[in-house]
């Protein structure tokens, strides 16, 4: 019998109470989301300043990088620490998926550039196109070549780390995700998302006066229309992190 394999997910936010509550954290949507039968799942909060040691990175397969509410280009002790063990894991060819924050994250460790979006916040269902060399790529999945996925988001990668490639654009964000070698991958949207949790958020911004409630009325009336492709999106996080592409 075959050693379990063993994930982590580095947390780089505090879990709302709705999430908590409905999903067992943004730990547990994850779990949800990536993990498979005879596998072992860890978090480390890290936004806490809770890091897996150096002996014991060696003993996960992967990990994945949350959204967060911080600045992936900002200089908190927690980022540098951060930017500082993907950097290892890349030496260490680990596979580590960043969704959001992790994506930005994860493209300045190995040497591109974040900050604000040019055109701002990116909030609801957006669909996003694979590039051709992605696209075959993800042949063997089955999956469309374009899909929708729930964004909230107001930085973005804007520069890509050298040796990086595109695999997905949008005609508000042109890198929506890219790859670094076999071993790491960003994506800027929520795969793990429902759109309840969308509407939560969206509320938490009116009430902190981020957005105007005006406009938030609006982007929940419009994702009321759309679904995202949350299947595709499972399959296709789940491939790479486990080494199926």
């Known amino acids: 019998m075959g050693v379990a394999k063993k994930f982590a997910v580095l947390l780089c936010a505090e879990d709302s109470d709705y999430v908590k509550k409905r999903y067992g954290g943004y730990f547990g949507l994850f779990v949800e989301m990536l993990a498979e039968e005879g596998e072992m799942w860890d978090v480390f909060r890290v936004a806490n300043g809770e890091f897996p040691d150096d002996d014991e990175i060696g003993d996960f397969d992967g990990f994945v ?72 790529l993800f042949t063997s999945l089955q999956i469309p070549i374009t899909l929708s996925i729930i964004e909230c988001h107001r930085d973005e990668v804007r520069e890509l780390p050298p040796k990086a490639e595109i695999i997905a654009w949008s005609e508000k964000t042109g890198i929506e995700m890219f790859r670094y070698g076999d071993h790491m991958m960003g994506i800027q949207g929520h795969p793990e998302y429902t759109k309840d949790i969308l509407f939560h958020l969206i509320d938490r911004l ?40």
């Open 206 to 245: 009116i009430q902190r006066c981020y957005i105007e409630e005006s406009y938030g009325d609006g982007l929940k009336a419009k994702l009321e229309t759309v679904e995202p492709h949350k299947d595709a999106w499972k399959k296709l996080c789940t491939s790479f992190l486990k080494g199926r592409l």
């Open 65 to 136: 990088i949350t959204g967060s509410c911080n600045d992936a280009h900002g200089n908190d002790v927690w980022i540098c620490r951060l930017v500082s063990l993907l950097k290892k894991l890349d030496s260490l060819k680990k596979k580590v998926l960043g969704i959001c924050f992790g994506h930005q994250i994860l493209s300045r460790a190995l040497g591109g550039k974040t900050g604000r979006a040019i055109s701002g916040w990116d909030i609801g269902a957006r669909t996003i196109h694979l590039s051709s060399s992605s696209s075959m």
